[in-house]
């Protein structure tokens, strides 16, 4: 059995957190939330620990919620920040 660290606790609570902003991100202002969450999810992923695949998942999440917001911000000709 494997110790329970608080630094995975915390990794884990930030790659929630960034999978959270990015779904924000797709629908409002993607230039000022996306690279938010995607830093996030770097440093959550720098962590590692026992949440590494959330992690790993958060990364890609925020990565296409950027690209996904954008577009759909473009398209619609919302404002971007």
Partial sequence: MTEDRA????????????LAVSA????????????AAIIVALVAAAIGGRHRGLATLAVAV???AWLVGMT??????NPLY
Avoid: C, F, M, N
């Fill in 72 to 77: 759909i911000a473009i398209a619609a000709e």
């Fill in 24 to 35: 924000i991100a797709v629908v409002q202002t993607p230039v000022r939330l996306a690279p």
């Fill in 7 to 18: 630094i995975d606790t915390v990794g884990g609570l930030l790659a929630a957190a960034s």
């Fill in 62 to 64: 925020s990565a296409v």
